[in-house]
């Protein structure tokens, strides 16, 4: 299986690698980045927006640091080559407000990326329809990672509005004259390590998630769980 991560950053890197100074926004940041940011900057400056000042004091990566709410933080317009945001907008009662923001912040020939759960797959919709308290057990008791829910630590609250649905995402990017340049589906790391421990079931299970799509049209999808898309503002 290839590396999700490492293919979108062949991707963006093909797209403005040759760029000596990027102006590159990691919105939602966080205390980190899933994507190689360092290398991607070259010459360029990392901002990097949260609503967490905690979260931002844990995050290295990041030259200059906004402490604000991307539902109302209004960037200066054109202001970034690259905008990435990585599994925040599920976290976003607004989440299309979000969006806008950052359209309004992307500069001719500029790339926004976004990777988000797939709000069409049967983990989104676990996702969305359980409670908080369920996902930091999980966390907790199934992902090693004790300090879940605390001292602002994910998970955090989801709502996982339809609005970012992959669809419904395309279908924003268009009316906001974005070019839609690239798009992949995976399976969390998660999920396919529970999968395999299913041992002679796996076969069953993948027919079913073959099934579940046939059935459903392609709306829903049981091992596709994370979706990446990239849209691109045209030249001027």
């Given at each position: ?73 209004r960037f200066a317009p054109d202001s970034f080559d690259l905008i990435i945001s990585i599994d925040v907008l599920e976290h976003l009662d607004r989440p299309t407000a979000a969006l806008d923001n950052l359209a309004d912040a992307l500069a001719p020939e500029g790339l926004l990326v ?123």
């Amino acid at each position: 299986m290839s590396d999700p991560a490492a293919s979108l950053k062949r991707f963006v890197l093909e797209r403005l690698g040759a760029r000596p100074a990027l102006r590159v926004l990691e919105a939602g940041c966080g205390s980190g980045s899933w994507f190689d940011l360092p290398a991607m900057r070259g010459e360029g400056k990392i901002v990097g927006i949260d609503i967490s000042a905690k979260q931002l004091e844990r995050n290295t990566i990041i030259d200059e640091a906004i402490e604000g709410d991307l539902m109302a933080h209004r960037f200066a317009p054109d202001s970034f080559d690259l905008i990435i945001s990585i599994d925040v907008l599920e976290h976003l009662d607004r989440p299309t407000a979000a969006l806008d923001n950052l359209a309004d912040a992307l500069a001719p020939e500029g790339l926004l990326v976004l990777k988000i759960p797939n709000a069409a797959s049967v983990k989104g919709l676990f996702t969305k329809f359980t409670p908080h308290g369920l996902h930091v057990w999980v966390y907790r008791r199934f992902r090693g990672r004790p300090n879940a829910g605390k001292d602002d630590v994910g998970p955090f609250k989801t709502f996982m509005r339809m609005s970012i649905r992959p669809r419904a995402l395309r279908r924003w990017a268009r009316q906001r004259g974005l070019e839609h340049a690239y798009e992949d589906y995976y399976e969390a790391a998660f999920q396919r390590r529970i999968r395999r421990k299913l041992g002679p079931l796996d076969p069953l299970a993948r027919l079913g998630d073959r099934a579940l799509e046939a059935v459903t049209g392609g709306r829903l999808s049981l091992a596709r769980t994370e979706y990446i898309v990239v849209f691109r503002r045209a030249g001027v």
